[in-house]
């Protein structure tokens, strides 16, 4: 499973691609108004950090709208994939976009019916998100599992990111399921990170180094 980062905050983007673990970034506009920027500026700027897919997500509610949104968006950088809400009016974008050779990650999936119709419109990735399903009582690792085995079942090309992680659990689960893509927030990223254990063993090899004379 790859990693993305889901957020639009520079300087955690440069932090975790410093890791060497991120091969793209996803925003959504609440990612982007939290950082209070010129949203072209931010995009620009994270292509400029990440060599790998950068979700940028539409605002237009109607496909025609979408696709002059998406053309503009794709003019920023060959690594902008465009975000489209799962609607009618966004699977029309997607196939358009699709046929422009315009790259697709349907948003706001939460049922294995809507990431089949997105596959099937040319969407590039879908994202279900596992903790706003988990937030109304549905278990949302259920619905990845069910679109990683749909798909494998149809060889459909479309990438599934799981989206929505909120906790180092979502990511395990997802792994296991056979997700091609987990798309992580940094708070998540630190928190895979970390282990007592392993600052404990760093803390007594250095105390135990010390304690011989002639490390000092
Ligand atoms: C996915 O691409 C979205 O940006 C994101 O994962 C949504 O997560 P949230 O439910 O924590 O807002």
């Keep these: 499973m790859k990693f993305f980062i889901d957020t639009a905050n520079v300087e955690e983007i440069r932090e975790?691609?410093?890791?060497?673990v991120i091969s793209g970034v996803t925003t959504n506009p609440s990612l982007i108004a939290k950082e209070g920027r010129d949203f072209k500026g931010v995009i620009k700027e994270i292509t400029?950090?990440?060599?790998?897919?950068?979700?940028?997500?539409?605002i237009s509610l109607d496909a025609n709208g979408m696709v002059k949104e998406a053309e503009e968006l794709a003019q920023i950088h060959p690594n902008?994939?465009?975000?489209?809400?799962?609607?009618?009016?966004?699977?029309?974008?997607?196939k358009i976009l699709s046929s422009k050779g315009i790259k697709t990650n349907v948003t706001l999936v939460f049922s294995a019916n809507q990431a089949l119709l997105a596959a099937r419109a040319g969407a590039t990735y879908?994202?279900?998100?596992?903790?706003?399903?988990d937030d109304i009582g549905n278990e949302g690792m259920i619905i990845i599992g069910d679109i990683v085995e749909i798909f494998d079942i149809y060889g459909i090309e479309?990438?599934?990111?799981?989206?929505?992680i909120r906790h180092p659990m979502h990511i395990i689960e997802a792994a296991k399921l056979g997700a091609h893509i987990a798309t992580v927030p940094y708070k998540v990223f630190e928190k895979m990170l970390k282990h007592p254990m392993t600052d404990n063993g760093i803390e007594k090899f250095?105390?135990?180094?010390?304690?011989?004379?002639?490390?000092?």
């Design 16 to 20: 975790v691609n410093e890791w060497g």
């Design 48 to 58: 400029d950090i990440v060599d790998g897919p950068i979700s940028a997500e539409v």
């Design 80 to 94: 902008i994939v465009i975000k489209i809400p799962m609607t009618k009016e966004g699977l029309k974008a997607v």
């Design 126 to 133: 879908v994202s279900p998100f596992a903790g706003r399903m």
């Design 158 to 164: 479309t990438e599934v990111i799981a989206a929505s």
């Design 206 to 216: 250095l105390n135990d180094w010390k304690s011989v004379e002639n490390n000092k």
